[in-house]
């Protein structure tokens, strides 16, 4: 109604009420990070060596006997060296990745024997000569002597034995990486809503009048209550209407 | 002329019955009844004035008509109480609302005269 009355018109003063509502909505999106990170392994290890050695010798040092003997000798030098030095390794760490090695073994053995042979001219002799010598030589050696003269013999066995088994393994192997990351989104949303109601007054008859709103129940606090001086205000318009009524019609007749 | 002579009588009559009221005192619905009476009176009456306008004049004021078919229009929504009714805005809203249209269309008569 407040429409049909066009402003410039009348002395209409409209009073703007804003009311201000606020609504805040805020949320958050569910976050959720999926990391595979760096692997780097670095393994290494040893293998343990396992051995075993069996020495089986025979060492015929001494022999005397008379020239003009054959004399036969046999030095049977066995040395019997076994051992086996085999590492199994099975390796799986967390990626699959079956390891299956043998270590390398690898042995080196010198023995050396040292035979001291002393020649005693005795009786007959062949050359007259005593000699003593020594006599050297290396093992696996098959000797087989013939002397003419009795001999004492002295074999000292010297073995060296040097083994080195080094095994390393080094492995390093690194994964790919995968990074999915979904990054914390936070997003707050809030806006503000306003409702502006207007409490139209204007004037009648040079008086202020004001129309009275009776707003929803949410906004009780802006309700209006008619008070004695609203309805006073409508006794004097009328008064004044009258009054305005007169003068047309006396300005009429 | 006579009339309207009647109905400005009419008008004096009722704005006679009409009282002022003091804070506390009771809202009755005789003094709703009284304006509404006043103004189905006074919408006649400037109906009657404005035809009588253009009878003496011969011209039209639009504004004047425009005026007074919404005080017409705006007396329709314009209801009588009786004890026990609520006391609405729209009771109140509507007296200011048909008065004012009424001033305007007189004093548009007026300054045309």
Same mark, same amino acid.
């Given at each position: 109604?407040?429409?049909?009355?066009?402003?410039?018109?009348?002395?209409?003063?409209?009073?703007?009420?804003?009311?201000?509502?606020?609504?805040?909505?805020?949320?958050?999106?569910?976050?959720?990070?999926?990391?595979?990170? @760096?692997?780097?392994?670095?393994?290494?290890?040893?293998?343990?060596?396992?051995?075993?050695?069996?020495?089986?010798?025979?060492?015929?040092?001494?022999?005397?006997?008379?020239?003009?003997?054959? @004399?036969?000798?046999?030095?049977?030098?066995?040395?019997?060296?076994?051992? +086996?030095?085999?590492?199994?390794?099975?390796?799986?760490?967390?990626?699959?990745?079956?390891?299956?090695? +043998?270590?390398?073994?690898?042995?080196?053995?010198?023995?050396?024997?040292?035979?001291?042979?002393?020649?005693?001219?005795?009786?007959?002799?062949?050359?007259?000569?005593?000699?003593?010598?020594?006599?050297?030589?290396?093992?696996?050696?098959?000797?087989?002597?013939?002397?003419?003269?009795?001999?004492?013999?002295?074999?000292?066995?010297?073995?060296?034995?040097? %083994?080195?088994?080094? +095994?390393?393994?080094?492995?390093?192997?690194? /994964?790919?990486?995968?990074?999915?990351?979904?990054?914390?989104?936070?997003?707050?949303?809030?806006?503000? /809503?306003?409702?502006?109601?207007? %409490?139209?007054?204007? /004037?009648?008859?040079?008086?202020?009048?004001?129309?009275?709103?009776?707003?929803?129940?949410?906004?009780?606090?802006?309700?209006?209550?008619?008070?004695?001086?609203?309805?006073? /205000?409508?006794?004097?318009?009328?008064?004044?209407?009258?009054?305005?009524?007169?003068?047309?019609?006396?300005?009429?007749? | 002329?006579?009339?309207?002579?009647?109905?400005?009588?009419?008008?004096?009559?009722?704005?006679?019955?009409?009282?002022?009221?003091?804070?506390?005192?009771?809202?009755?619905?005789?003094?709703?009844?009284?304006?509404?009476?006043?103004?189905?009176?006074?919408?006649?009456?400037?109906?009657?004035?404005?035809?009588?306008?253009?009878?003496?004049?011969?011209?039209?004021?639009?504004?004047?008509?425009?005026?007074?078919?919404?005080?017409?229009?705006?007396?329709?929504?314009?209801?009588?109480?009786?004890?026990?009714?609520?006391?609405?805005?729209?009771?109140?809203?509507?007296?200011?609302?048909?008065?004012?249209?009424?001033?305007?269309?007189?004093?548009?008569?007026?300054?045309?005269?």
């Amino acid at each position: 109604m407040l429409s049909c009355i066009p402003a410039k018109l009348i002395d209409l003063s409209a009073q703007p009420t804003s009311y201000v509502v606020e609504v805040g909505d805020a949320f958050k999106a569910s976050d959720f990070a999926y990391r595979e990170f @760096v692997k780097s392994v670095s393994d290494v290890f040893k293998a343990i060596d396992a051995y075993s050695r069996t020495l089986i010798a025979f060492r015929n040092i001494y022999d005397s006997f008379k020239a003009s003997d054959w @004399v036969s000798r046999g030095v049977t030098d066995n040395v019997y060296d076994s051992f +086996k030095a085999g590492d199994y390794i099975h390796k799986n760490p967390s990626k699959a990745l079956a390891d299956t090695l +043998k270590p390398i073994d690898w042995t080196s053995k010198a023995v050396m024997k040292m035979f001291e042979i002393q020649f005693s001219a005795t009786g007959w002799k062949s050359n007259d000569v005593v000699r003593n010598f020594w006599d050297e030589f290396k093992t696996p050696d098959r000797v087989t002597k013939h002397p003419m003269k009795p001999f004492r013999e002295t074999v000292k066995l010297t073995d060296a034995y040097n %083994k080195d088994v080094v +095994k390393q393994v080094y492995d390093r192997f690194k /994964t790919p990486d995968l990074v999915t990351k979904h990054p914390i989104k936070s997003i707050s949303d809030s806006f503000k /809503t306003e409702e502006i109601v207007l %409490k139209a007054s204007y /004037t009648l008859t040079g008086r202020g009048v004001r129309r009275v709103y009776f707003l929803p129940k949410e906004y009780e606090v802006h309700w209006d209550i008619i008070e004695d001086t609203d309805h006073n /205000t409508n006794v004097d318009c009328c008064k004044s209407i009258l009054e305005l009524f007169r003068r047309v019609r006396d300005k009429l007749v | 002329m006579s009339s309207i002579d009647d109905k400005i009588a009419t008008l004096e009559s009722i704005l006679s019955r009409m009282t002022y009221v003091v804070d506390g005192d009771y809202v009755l619905a005789d003094h709703t009844n009284t304006f509404i009476d006043f103004l189905t009176v006074a919408v006649d009456l400037l109906d009657e004035i404005y035809e009588l306008f253009k009878a003496k004049t011969g011209r039209t004021l639009p504004d004047a008509e425009l005026w007074i078919d919404l005080a017409k229009s705006r007396l329709q929504f314009a209801v009588k109480v009786k004890f026990g009714d609520v006391v609405a805005t729209r009771d109140h809203n509507i007296v200011i609302d048909t008065l004012k249209p009424i001033e305007l269309a007189l004093v548009a008569i007026e300054q045309s005269l």
